[in-house]
Antibody, heavy 118, light 110 residues
Framework: EVQLVESGGGLVQPGRSLRLSCAASGFTFDDYAMHWVRQAPGKGLEWVSGISWNSGSIGYADSVKGRFTISRDNAKNSLYLQMNSLRAEDTALYYC???????????WGQGTLVTVSS | QSALTQPRSVSGSPGQSVTISCTGTSSDVGGYNYVSWYQQHPGKAPKLMIYDVSKRPSGVPDRFSGSKSGNTASLTISGLQAEDEADYYCCSYAGSYTLAFGGGTKLTVL
């Protein structure tokens, strides 16, 4: 059974940093792209970042480019999101999602909540 | 990237069909056959319903179908059931390893 478990969320002040983690199990992690998708309270889904199976291709939403860094450790079956210079508008539930085919997300975690507030 | 455009809400009675549109540009929806659709019930994680414009993952009822014409993709749900009431999101590849979601559509089953 595929499982994606996010961690690392919490309350953080504007301008500070936070690192999210996603522990994956139930599939061959290094065969698939992985993504972060976020959802602000009461709002829609927003793709944040994606990384290919071998970290050779990485993409970011314009809203986080230059502030967030995605990475993965295939030996540890883990995905990460380093978030710097956090802003109030980064407040959201952050989902870890497994890439299915080229550009879809076939499995999702339950999310970790990030709240940016002073 | 710009968000794709979806209607805020659609509705239909049980047994009827509804179609949700997702309009982008030639740089995303129109440029690639990589559109996916997600269903999200309140308080739950999204669920993949359609990928690569019209393919259905295993376990998704064939009442759900996808299509694309030009810069607009569509999700059609036939034989509406009460459990189909949810938010639906489209997502498209937008080039350079980036993706864009639509704003979401709330489906109400009357």
């Amino acid at each position: 059974e595929v499982q994606l478990v996010e961690s690392g969320g919490g309350l953080v002040q504007p301008g500070r940093s936070l690192r999210l983690s996603c522990a994956a199990s139930g599939f061959t992690f290094d065969d698939y792209a992985m993504h972060w998708v976020r959802q602000a309270p009461g709002k829609g889904l927003e793709w944040v970042s994606g990384i290919s199976w071998n970290s050779g291709s990485i993409g970011y939403a314009d809203s986080v480019k230059g502030r967030f860094t995605i990475s993965r450790d295939n030996a540890k079956n883990s995905l990460y999101l380093q978030m710097n210079s956090l802003r109030a508008e980064d407040t959201a539930l952050y989902y870890c999602a497994k890439g299915g085919g080229i550009t879809d997300f076939d499995y999702w975690g339950q999310g970790t909540l990030v709240t940016v507030s002073s | 990237q710009s968000a794709l455009t979806q209607p805020r809400s659609v509705s239909g009675s049980p047994g009827q069909s509804v179609t949700i549109s997702c309009t982008g540009t030639s740089s995303d929806v129109g440029g690639y056959n990589y559109v996916s659709w997600y269903q999200q019930h309140p308080g739950k994680a999204p669920k993949l319903m359609i990928y690569d414009v019209s393919k259905r993952p295993s376990g998704v009822p064939d009442r759900f179908s996808g299509s694309k014409s030009g810069n607009t993709a569509s999700l059609t749900i036939s034989g509406l059931q009460a459990e189909d009431e949810a938010d639906y999101y489209c997502c498209s590849y937008a080039g350079s390893y980036t993706l864009a979601f639509g704003g979401g559509t709330k489906l109400t089953v009357l």
